[in-house]
């Protein structure tokens, strides 16, 4: 498995990957397949919430010729696998085996909801399908989620391109459809309706299809530079400049007065249990009271509070496996050796009910009294805490 730009992806070869989506078929729970390409990777810089999504899907196929590069670069190992050959596979299957299939088409896109019909009709007789024209967004309406579950489908194909199908997708496995396996395949019909023509073999192997699809369609001009230059130029900076640098990060102390004393906000990380830590995040060229604010809003919904303190730079950490390393030993780490921690202090005074994490954040929050804050912190947070306690106290 690779690590690029902190996405975990191309683990398994072809042969794996066919035995896996055999297996995925059998499970009881829905399982999600994503294939992440260097403009979905770029967009996950910027999305916390895809991001969180592409690493925990069920399987990540590594989806375009610029990631090969990266970990060739980083000595990685990856296998690469497109969706545009993935999505005969699934077909393949889905008709050897009468599966029911769900596709889920974008109302805007190249190819109409009658002509993938007439295609799967002509090639593909023994699929159970149906064609869903939705307009592109992130979450499915009531209606769709009752649809989608009175067909039952083996299957969820969506082609609405990224973010939206990793997001869609993904809420209907949260909300437990009755489905096996949802991908999201962007245009990858496409090339089937002959709507677009895909690249020679030579140019895939050489890795110019984006040429390919330049001179087809010009106006993809934009998206194609992101996807090249853009994403080499962020993936050289990661892989060789990052690693001698600290990240500028903050972190917001939001407490409330009570008659008990003093009372803290801490947040339980998503990806650990009882790791209990601050609220936290990069600064991204924002002051360390923007940042702050910033960070609570989108993780708590904090929108009631009075700022009471901001200082720099505080402490600093080296990234390990406990605070910001992949405690996968088969990943590499690269980005940030480690963070500078500034820190805000904010007094909270809106109502507890109105307090909601991001799911892609935090599994959990509480209240934690002051004389409690200390233990109740994970064991590499206690330095810091201890730190920001005084700070809290010295107002």
Not at 123 to 128: A, S
Not at 182 to 193: E, I, N, R, S
Request: hydrophobic share 40%; glycine share 6%; proline share 2%.
């Amino acid at each position: 498995m690779a690590n690029i730009l902190g996405i975990k992806t191309g683990e398994l070869n072809k042969k794996q990957t066919e035995k896996k989506i055999k297996d995925y078929f059998n499970f009881s729970a829905c399982q999600q397949i994503v294939t992440p390409n260097p403009e979905i990777i770029l967009k996950a810089q910027k999305d916390e919430e895809l991001f969180y999504i592409l690493n925990e899907a069920n399987l990540s196929l590594a989806d375009g010729f610029g990631l090969k590069i990266i970990t060739l670069l980083s000595h990685q190992k990856l296998f690469r696998q497109t969706g545009a050959d993935l999505l005969p596979h699934l077909l393949n299957e889905a008709n050897s085996n009468n599966r029911k299939i769900i596709i889920l088409n974008r109302s805007d896109g190249l190819s109409s909801k009658e002509e993938i019909e007439n295609y799967l009709k002509k090639k593909y007789v023994k699929i159970d399908f149906l064609i869903l024209n939705i307009e592109v967004k992130e979450k499915p309406s009531d209606k769709e989620c009752a649809t989608i579950n009175i067909f039952a489908p083996d299957l969820i194909i969506s082609l609405f391109g990224a973010p939206y199908q990793e997001k869609y997708i993904h809420n209907l496995k949260k909300n437990n459809l009755n489905f096996k396996i949802g991908v999201g395949l962007g245009g990858a019909f496409d090339f089937l309706t002959g709507k677009v023509k895909r690249a020679p073999s030579l140019m895939r192997r050489a890795g110019l299809e984006w040429l390919w699809r330049l001179i087809q369609q010009p106006k993809r001009i934009t998206r194609i530079y992101q996807a090249t230059f853009v994403f080499f130029f962020k993936s050289l900076k990661w892989l060789y400049i990052l690693p001698l640098l600290y990240r500028q990060n903050v972190a917001v102390l939001v407490y409330r007065n009570t008659s008990a004393g003093k009372e803290i906000i801490i947040v339980e990380r998503q990806d650990e249990k009882n790791h209990w830590q601050l609220i936290q995040g990069g600064t991204e060229g924002l002051s360390i009271e923007m940042a702050g604010l910033k960070e609570m809003s989108e993780e708590l919904n904090i929108k009631d509070y009075q700022v009471k303190g901001v200082y720099k730079n505080l402490y600093k950490y080296l990234f390990e496996k406990n605070n910001g390393k992949y405690r996968d030993s088969k990943l590499r780490h690269f980005g940030y050796k480690g963070q500078k921690q500034s820190l805000i202090i904010v007094k909270f005074t809106g109502r507890e009910a109105d307090i909601k994490i991001n799911y892609w954040d935090h599994q959990n929050w509480k209240f934690i009294n002051e004389r409690d804050f200390i233990t109740a912190l994970h064991h590499c947070r206690q330095e810091a805490g201890k730190i920001y306690l005084k700070k809290l106290n010295k107002l």
